[in-house]
């Protein structure tokens, strides 16, 4: 009985360190698998990524008021009119670059969702306030003005975190 415990451990010392040798092995090529395939994935998401950047900064851009007044034109267009068309641009604008949030943090797309949340509260805010008797003109001028004296406007928070993800991706 001696006799066979002689050989019985040793060869189990040698089979346990055997089987965390290959252990360590095989968990270490699994690691280096993952790590090449997540750096294959990298050169073709890179550029989608960098693409979902400038789709959401170009929304961002096209939402502020004085680049959704720009092609309009407000003659015999009432404010009522002209609140509703704004409003819908913001929504088909946001609609159209609603899938671009897969690729950006969800800190990120929270303040692109604030700017548009706000803009549109923005744009419903001064329709109440002009007079009855206002014109679409005079609703544009204060859209303008109250919003470009307003402080840092949420389209430039999410601005700047868009462009502040993108450079921590490059």
Not at 130 to 137: D, E, G, I, V
């Amino acid at each position: 009985m001696l006799e066979i415990l002689k050989f019985t451990i040793p060869a189990l010392i040698v089979l346990a360190c055997t089987w965390i040798v290959m252990r360590q092995l095989f968990k270490n090529e699994e690691e280096k698998r993952m790590w090449e395939l997540k750096k294959a994935s990298q050169k073709e998401i890179s550029p989608v990524r960098l693409r979902a950047y400038e789709r959401l900064c170009l929304l961002l851009e096209r939402t502020q008021p004085e680049h959704l007044l720009m092609d309009v034109d407000m003659n015999g267009l009432s404010v009522q009119d002209l609140q509703k068309h704004l409003l819908r641009t913001i929504r088909l604008e946001f609609d159209h670059n609603m899938s671009q949030q897969i690729y950006v943090s969800d800190d990120t797309w929270a303040k692109v969702m604030q700017a548009r949340n706000e803009i549109a509260a923005f744009v419903n805010a001064m329709a109440i306030q002009l007079p009855k008797n206002s014109t679409a003109m005079d609703y544009a001028k204060i859209l303008m003005t109250a919003y470009n004296t307003n402080g840092e406007t949420p389209h430039e928070i999410a601005l700047t975190a868009l462009k502040e993800e993108a450079r921590g991706m490059l």
